[in-house]
């Protein structure tokens, strides 16, 4: 299970941190991704890394202003987000598949889901 936290209300510009924190299963040979999905969107892959190796891949949209890190003695994956625009709000999800590292794995199939995160950009 994953849950994320770390959503709200959040100043236009302004900087919020969210975590996806695993539960019941431990951090071995995965791929985590961070996802978008803006109110009557698909999601979108924003952010994703794997738990084994330290290449980070990145959507154009966030490159530069969000920052996805791990720290695997918490089974915990963050999404570090600066330069907040209101295109970035809409909900947040962490999701997990098989170990994986390529440039193309925000876009790959996920397997396990959490239950999302709401992120308000308000000026």
């Known amino acids: 299970e994953f849950v994320e936290s770390g959503g709200g209300l959040i100043h236009l510009g302004g900087s919020a941190r969210l975590s996806c924190t695993a539960s019941?299963?431990?951090?071995?040979?995965?791929?985590i991704g961070w996802f978008h999905q803006a109110p009557g969107k698909e999601h979108e892959g924003i952010a994703c890394?794997?738990?084994?190796?330290?290449?980070?891949y990145y959507a154009d949209s966030v490159q530069g202003r969000f920052t996805i890190s791990k720290d695997l003695a918490k089974n915990t994956v963050y999404l570090d987000m600066n330069n907040l625009k209101s295109e970035d709000s809409g909900t947040y999800y962490c999701?997990?598949?098989?170990?994986?590292?390529?440039?193309?794995?925000?876009?790959?199939?996920?397997?396990?889901w959490g239950q999302g995160t709401q992120v308000t950009v308000s000026s």
């Open positions: 999701a997990a598949r098989s170990f994986t590292t390529t440039k193309a794995m925000c876009t790959m199939p996920y397997d396990s």
């Open positions: 019941g299963v431990t951090f071995d040979y995965y791929a």
């Open positions: 890394i794997s738990t084994i190796d330290e290449p980070k």
